[in-house]
């Protein structure tokens, strides 16, 4: 959403939760106090945004995700609950095991022919294990022996036991994969394909400093133009003069002009450690593995427009990549906008020609505000 002072306003909920049980309201009642919600919401690193991304992308990759008529369940090793004001109802929990794949009469699928999908609707972190001579095992499409690894982070491999049943039904090796024991996160889901046809996801951006539409107060009396400290991250190891040279500034001033530019001086480029990494907010997503940081001089008040076009990673992979509605990968740039916002001048959240300029491209804002004397 874009920045509107009505999503904050309508942002206390106080009519209570009697019929949804153990309902989660904090924020819900509190968000008429948290400015945030104001705030414009297109953040192009949004961790729900990446992974729905990253979806498109597996899909292109993968044909079968998009388009496989069979879909066959593999086993569930689940309960039954009876929750609160549930009338009755029973709720199924635990975990299910199911593959897709083509039908081999009418689809031919060159790439990965099947994927392996255990998902979980618990609500706490749970263990699951079984004996793979027996129906208790986790089993899957694949056969045994075959190292299989998650299309989604953390991308982890396991190696397939042999389960009880033959792989062509008859009674002989080789017998269908089997996972003895697995441990998942509450809501967890993973996709599994061999490691051999595994892909490795295309880069993206996942972090943005000082953060997407943050508001920063200068100082009033200070210069005009004046710089700006900005990091940049992403979900892979990123050839550092690559960024540097993919971007390139549009500026809206108040009326200074100034010509913005990257102090190549303070240029730092960080692969970030594994104890350093944080978590992503939604299962699946990828996270911050590489950091681009420097500084943006000569900015005038206004709003300044920075686009990162296609840089490539170490590998030579490059991010500028989207998917379209016909399957198409298209070229994409990353816009991110600051507005610099002193006395006297105030522009719009997002104007008519910012709209059509940056239609359908991620942007970020930061708004600088600078500070009224006190009289």
Same mark, same amino acid.
């Given at each position: 959403?874009?920045?509107?002072?009505?999503?904050?306003?309508?942002?206390?909920?106080?009519?209570?939760?009697?019929?949804?049980?153990?309902?989660?309201?904090?924020?819900?009642?509190?968000?008429?106090?948290?400015?945030?919600?104001?705030?414009?919401?297109?953040?192009?690193?949004?961790?729900?945004?990446?992974?729905?991304?990253?979806?498109?992308?597996?899909?292109?990759?993968?044909?079968?995700?998009?388009?496989?008529?069979?879909?066959?369940?593999?086993?569930?090793?689940?309960?039954?609950?009876?929750?609160?004001?549930?009338?009755?109802?029973?709720?199924?929990?635990?975990?299910?095991?199911?593959?897709?794949?083509?039908?081999?009469?009418?689809?031919?699928?060159?790439?990965?022919?099947?994927?392996?999908?255990?998902?979980?609707?618990? %609500?706490? #972190?749970?263990?699951? =294990? /079984?004996?793979?001579? !027996?129906? $208790?095992?986790?089993? &899957?499409?694949? +056969?045994?022996? *075959?190292?299989?690894?998650?299309?989604?982070?953390?991308?982890?491999?396991?190696?397939?036991?042999?389960?009880?049943?033959?792989?062509?039904?008859?009674?002989?090796?080789?017998?269908?994969?089997?996972?003895?024991?697995?441990?998942?996160?509450?809501?967890?889901?993973?996709?599994?394909?061999?490691?051999?046809?595994?892909?490795?996801?295309?880069?993206?951006?996942?972090?943005?400093?000082?953060?997407?539409?943050?508001?920063?107060?200068?100082?009033?009396?200070?210069?005009?133009?004046?710089?700006?400290?900005?990091?940049?991250?992403?979900?892979?190891?990123?050839?550092?003069?690559?960024?540097?040279?993919?971007? %390139?500034? #549009?500026?809206?001033? =108040? /009326?200074?002009?100034? !010509?913005? $530019?990257?102090?190549? &001086?303070?240029? +730092?480029?960080? *692969?970030?450690?594994?104890?350093?990494?944080?978590?992503?907010?939604?299962?699946?997503?990828?996270?911050?593995?590489?950091?681009?940081?420097?500084?943006?001089?000569?900015?005038?008040?206004?709003?300044?427009?920075?686009?990162?076009?296609?840089?490539?990673?170490?590998?030579?992979?490059?991010?500028?990549?989207?998917?379209?509605?016909?399957?198409?990968?298209?070229?994409?740039?990353?816009?991110?906008?600051?507005?610099?916002?002193?006395?006297?001048?105030?522009?719009?959240?997002?104007?008519?020609?910012?709209?059509?300029?940056?239609?359908?491209?991620?942007?970020?804002?930061?708004?600088?505000?600078?500070?009224?004397?006190?009289?």
């Amino acid at each position: 959403m874009f920045s509107s002072k009505a999503w904050q306003r309508h942002g206390c909920y106080h009519l209570g939760t009697d019929a949804l049980y153990n309902l989660p309201i904090t924020k819900a009642s509190l968000g008429c106090k948290d400015d945030w919600n104001s705030m414009d919401h297109f953040d192009p690193t949004s961790d729900l945004r990446r992974l729905f991304k990253q979806f498109f992308d597996l899909r292109a990759q993968y044909p079968v995700l998009n388009e496989g008529l069979s879909l066959e369940k593999r086993g569930n090793w689940t309960h039954v609950d009876y929750l609160p004001f549930s009338g009755g109802s029973p709720t199924e929990r635990g975990l299910w095991s199911v593959s897709r794949g083509g039908i081999s009469q009418i689809q031919n699928f060159t790439y990965a022919d099947e994927v392996w999908i255990l998902y979980t609707n618990e %609500n706490t #972190t749970t263990s699951y =294990s /079984g004996n793979c001579t !027996t129906d $208790s095992g986790i089993g &899957g499409p694949f +056969q045994s022996n *075959t190292v299989v690894r998650n299309l989604l982070y953390p991308f982890e491999n396991y190696t397939l036991g042999a389960s009880n049943r033959s792989f062509f039904s008859n009674d002989e090796s080789p017998f269908f994969g089997c996972i003895e024991s697995i441990t998942l996160q509450p809501y967890d889901f993973k996709v599994f394909v061999p490691a051999a046809n595994w892909s490795a996801p295309i880069p993206a951006l996942t972090k943005f400093s000082p953060g997407h539409d943050a508001r920063i107060e200068v100082a009033d009396g200070s210069s005009n133009p004046n710089s700006i400290d900005v990091q940049i991250e992403f979900s892979d190891l990123m050839d550092c003069d690559s960024v540097t040279k993919s971007i %390139n500034f #549009t500026l809206a001033s =108040s /009326g200074k002009g100034s !010509t913005p $530019s990257v102090n190549t &001086g303070s240029v +730092q480029c960080q *692969t970030i450690s594994d104890g350093d990494i944080t978590p992503s907010s939604v299962l699946g997503a990828t996270v911050s593995r590489w950091y681009w940081k420097a500084t943006i001089d000569s900015v005038a008040d206004g709003i300044l427009t920075i686009t990162i076009k296609n840089p490539e990673s170490q590998g030579g992979v490059g991010t500028g990549v989207c998917l379209s509605l016909s399957n198409e990968l298209l070229g994409i740039e990353f816009r991110l906008i600051s507005a610099l916002v002193r006395s006297g001048y105030r522009p719009s959240p997002r104007s008519k020609g910012q709209e059509e300029q940056c239609h359908g491209v991620p942007r970020f804002r930061i708004r600088h505000h600078r500070a009224r004397r006190e009289r």
